[in-house]
């Protein structure tokens, strides 16, 4: 594909990041991760068009906060100490030019401590990060209406899950994997769309093993297999394995501790079942 555009556009085209942050360049990505700038003075309206069906364009920005938090969600690895949640948003029919305005809307509706990141012309993430005070999902669902009533175009979000800490730019990569299993116009949880995912995927299936299966025991994936058995029967699980009830929930509240998944929902138990089974 860049051997296409190189073909295209000659000169014009650079991947050197210390010429394409010049305000002069647009900036693109490719499928494989490759970015480059080409000049905007030599592009026109219909060639931009065409670009943005190849790859997506990048947005730049001149505010170190948001810079900050990009080069976190770019790295191969990033903990993040602090508690956070993202949600991401890939927008179709959106107008590179309104890019902005979507972002203001974002910024004013998610709390002040949130932090906005455009990654391209289509696509943001929403960082939050007071896990005590994240907007519901349901009200998600309603700004996301809202915003393709205003704007004329279709979006596909997720809601990723809430952390007290962890590798945040792993977490954006699986999380963002996800969001593109989605169907248009779908805005979901990340349970759902991880189980999408980890159905198509077999090397998305084994980080997403290694992210919520690695830090559980012998004893505590037996329990799982008996509580899958058992259709999610706590009274059930707990006599095959010769538990007092009371151990069995005390166990179970560890269990979610240790993932962040409610095994007691039909969501969460379906995800671990699949990762279990695989």
């Keep these: ?48 068009e065409l670009l943005g069906l190849l790859a997506d364009r990048v947005v730049l920005t001149t505010s170190p906060r948001i810079a900050a938090w990009k080069s976190k969600l770019d790295h191969e690895s990033c903990i993040e100490e602090n508690g956070h949640r993202m949600t991401h948003l890939n927008f179709t029919g959106l107008d590179f ?45 309603e700004m996301i209406s809202a915003l393709k009533t205003d704007f004329y175009m279709e979006a596909k979000v997720l809601v990723g899950q809430a952390v007290h800490r962890g590798d945040i730019a792993k977490r954006y990569r699986l999380e963002q994997h996800a969001l593109d299993c989605l169907r248009d ?9 991880y189980t999408r995912l980890a159905v198509q995927s077999d090397t998305a299936r084994d980080e997403l093993t290694s992210l919520y299966l690695s830090s559980l025991d012998e004893e505590a994936k037996r329990m799982l297999h008996v509580f899958f058995r058992a259709n999610l029967n706590a009274s059930l699980t707990a006599k095959q394995l010769f538990l007092h009830r009371n151990s069995l929930q005390y166990r179970l509240d560890r269990l979610i501790e240790q993932t962040g998944i409610d095994v007691r929902t039909f969501e969460g138990a379906a995800f671990l079942h699949l990762l279990l089974s695989a």
């Design 1 to 48: 594909m860049f051997k296409r555009i190189m073909s295209l556009f000659g000169e014009q085209v650079t991947t050197d990041p210390f010429v394409y942050s010049d305000s002069s360049y647009l900036v693109y990505q490719l499928p494989d991760g490759l970015r480059f700038g080409l000049k905007a003075v030599s592009l026109s309206n219909r060639e931009i």
């Design 97 to 141: 030019t309104s890019t902005d305005d979507v972002s203001d809307v974002l910024a004013s509706f998610f709390p002040d401590e949130s932090v906005v990141v455009p990654m391209s012309d289509s696509r943001f993430t929403v960082i939050e990060q007071d896990i005590a005070h994240l907007i519901p999902f349901e009200d998600i669902e």
């Design 185 to 193: 116009g779908e805005t979901t949880s990340h349970l759902t769309a």
